[in-house]
């Protein structure tokens, strides 16, 4: 492990030190880890230095209204390819929150993600996403006769 020193102005640390309380964090280390990690992944998400990636999109909807339901539903059948998994959570008689989990290639992840919360009737919309580095070992699996699948593994 290897310690540096930072110097912030008296305003700046307070106002990291009221961020870091009110996310729990355990000391001023672990938050600037998080910082730096999420700023390494962020770089690693240029076209250029990842491929893929994984990645989680949050959205609210009203569930009576039937037809952001169905747009819903066909933007990700269109894009089976992306979507692993979704999660649907009932928030209350009315409005629901939906994530989709997504693999895949980062420029098309961010073009589905960004055509679902831009969805007449689609609100509260956010992406994470993660790069992903394609593992190069040679991985026998007794389910897998023919190696023809990848696998992958964060950047950072």
Avoid at 114 to 132: D, E, F, K
Wanted: overall charge negative; aromatic content about 6%.
């Amino acid at each position: 492990m290897q310690r540096f020193t930072i110097s912030l102005d008296d305003a700046l640390a307070l106002e990291f030190d009221a961020l870091i309380a009110a996310n729990g964090y355990s000391n001023r280390s672990e938050a600037v880890r998080d910082l730096i990690r999420s700023q390494i992944d962020a770089a690693s998400l240029a076209p250029t230095a990842s491929f893929w990636c994984a990645a989680t999109v949050n959205y609210v909807y009203d569930h009576h209204d039937k037809t952001v339901v169905e747009r819903v539903l066909s933007l990700q059948h269109e894009h089976h390819d992306l979507v692993v998994t979704s999660l649907h959570t009932h928030l209350d008689h009315h409005d629901c929150l939906e994530t989709v989990v997504m693999r895949g290639p980062i420029q098309a992840v961010r073009e589905f993600s960004h055509m679902l919360i831009a969805l007449r009737g689609v609100r509260h919309g956010s992406v994470q996403m993660v790069p992903l580095d394609v593992d190069r070992r040679k991985l026998a699996h007794s389910h897998d006769q023919s190696g023809q699948h990848l696998h992958f593994k964060p950047l950072s």
